[in-house]
């Protein structure tokens, strides 16, 4: 007759050389974590070796196309004087030509309406002459 003890002891004994029945398992933690530390480390040491890269590729003024690093522009005393002149006679012929415009003065006239408002009405003639008529009629 088999006791209890002959099953526990046949139990003990499947458990500990074959480990028992083990389950399929989706996650290894052990394996994830590696995988995860080998990813990290590729990803960072590749955005380190762009970076790098590209630091010294633009720390130098040589590699961007139309500036020279190392030249220093000469101060030339005749240019300068050129172009001086040449904003002085531009400054010249302006304010030339903003003295020679006629000065068109503001008329106000009053005006009133049925309801016996009073309204204020600015009237800017086309000439100077036609101006100082129209006040000379007002006048009058």
């Known amino acids: 007759m088999i006791r209890k003890i002959d099953i526990l002891k046949a ?3 499947i458990v500990r050389h074959n480990r028992g029945y083990r389950l399929p398992v989706l996650i290894h933690p052990q ?3 590696w ?3 080998i990813l990290f480390g590729t990803l960072t040491l590749g955005g380190s070796l762009f970076l790098a890269r590209l630091y010294f590729v633009n720390q130098s ?3 961007i196309v139309g500036v020279e690093g190392d030249t220093v522009p000469r101060y030339r ?3 300068v004087t050129d ?3 040449l904003y002085a006679s531009r400054h010249a012929a302006y304010q030339a030509a903003l003295g020679a415009l006629p000065l ?3 008329v106000e006239v009053a005006t009133t309406t049925p309801t016996t408002a009073t309204t204020t ?3 800017v003639p086309s000439a100077p002459e036609a101006a100082v008529e129209e006040v000379e009629a007002l006048l009058n």
Do not use: K, N, Q, T
């Open 104 to 106: 068109a003065p503001i």
């Open 35 to 37: 995988i995860g530390l």
């Open 121 to 123: 009405d600015v009237v």
């Open 31 to 33: 394996r994830d974590w």
């Open 77 to 79: 005393e005749e240019v």
């Open 11 to 13: 139990a003990r004994s």
């Open 61 to 63: 003024l040589e590699g």
């Open 83 to 85: 172009v001086l002149a």
